[in-house]
């Protein structure tokens, strides 16, 4: 919902804040997650999951929704193989079992979760988890095995962690995510990358920042499971390209989006109980003609005119969570930049035993 927040509020007249609480209002969201008693099972086994609907906004628990589907889907073949109904209990909660066919092969499957109203949006909002089941052969290096022990199944779990056995990689590719959402030309901004392997999961790889010619003009590494990022200035006369190379010896190659010749930069980081907003625009864009939107959980946090180049926000007084930073004309709502940050709280939890 707060990715496509955007599109809304350029539709929307008037107070750019009135516009984003009338969008809460008005289009609520679901989001569910499910528990399962363990990440990898044998073909026959049953599937014991438990699931959790909440207000996507809030992260409340509701009860709007009566009912929750859960599939069971073959990422390799991308077919469903079992599809469950779960009505709620007297609790709102919904509890219940996926019994795995005893022909089922070695691979990784997709537990997929959603409820009626969320079928209104978009499918990437469901809750989807990997599980790892062992059964009648396979082709992605599991065991071959009808019943497994304790230390099998141990093991297994390590196998299919979520980084992947390199030996059973054959491509990578590349995704690519400047932040604020656009590259501007001539300003430093940071772009995100995520590296793939050709089972679905992150690879972790070196890259490098290359023009046309092969000049490297910077470098840099993953941070987590193919995740990271590295610093671009951008020029629209010059085309740039990332190169990512795996240590097993895969390589792959992407060019960087289109470079915008008139935009805003957007920069986000929290520094202890500071949330550090720097904009940095084109000259053509006035920074008095502009405002920093901060909202998440249903409201409007801060809303600033923007006359420097960086804004300080104290995160003391704010709940932990994800809020959209947005960048936005006062006078026309046009989103310039945005993107989402975590707001992570300073809490230590305090966990006490009673022995009786």
């Known amino acids: 919902m707060l990715l496509t927040a955007h599109s809304v509020i350029c539709a929307q007249a008037g107070n750019i804040a009135d516009s984003i609480l009338s969008h809460y209002k008005k289009l609520p969201h679901e989001k569910v997650y499910v528990h399962t008693d363990k990440p990898y099972y044998a073909a026959g086994d049953t599937i014991w999951f438990r699931a959790h609907v909440a207000d996507a906004v809030t992260n409340s628990p509701t009860n709007k929704s009566k009912f929750v589907y859960v599939e069971l889907l073959d990422n390799a073949a991308d077919t469903l193989i079992e599809r469950a109904m779960i009505k709620s209990d007297s609790s709102d909660v919904f509890a219940n079992a996926i019994i795995l066919p005893k022909s089922l092969r070695s691979g990784r499957y997709t537990i997929a979760a959603y409820t009626r109203w969320m079928m209104n949006f978009d499918k990437d909002l469901f809750f989807y988890k990997q599980v790892t089941v062992l059964g009648k052969g396979g082709d992605n290096g599991l065991t071959e095995t009808d019943t497994m022990t304790d230390e099998q199944r141990d093991i297994a779990g390590e196998v299919n962690g979520e980084q ?188 006490e035993v009673d022995y009786k």
Not at 255 to 265: C, D, I, M, N, Y
């Open 164 to 351: 992947p056995d390199m030996a059973y990689l054959t491509d990578i590719s590349l995704a690519l995510m400047p932040e604020g959402g656009n590259l501007v030309e001539g300003l430093r901004q940071r772009m995100a990358f995520k590296a793939i392997g050709n089972d679905g999961y992150g690879v972790d790889v070196r890259v490098r920042l290359v023009n046309a010619s092969g000049e490297i003009l910077s470098e840099g590494e993953s941070e987590h499971l193919g995740m990271g990022y590295i610093y671009v200035t951008p020029s629209a006369a010059d085309s740039l390209f990332l190169e990512a190379y795996s240590q097993g010896g895969l390589s792959c190659r992407a060019a960087l989006p289109e470079v915008q010749k008139s935009g805003v930069a957007l920069t986000v980081e929290q520094h202890q109980d500071m949330l550090m907003i720097q904009v940095d625009t084109t000259d053509d864009i006035g920074k008095g003609d502009l405002s920093c939107v901060v909202y998440g959980s249903g409201n409007v946090i801060v809303k600033e005119e923007i006359k420097n180049n960086v804004i300080k926000i104290d995160t003391k007084p704010l709940r932990r969570g994800i809020v959209t930073v947005a960048v936005v004309d006062k006078n026309t709502n046009r989103v310039y930049a945005e993107r989402l940050a975590f707001i992570k709280a300073d809490e230590k939890g305090k966990v």
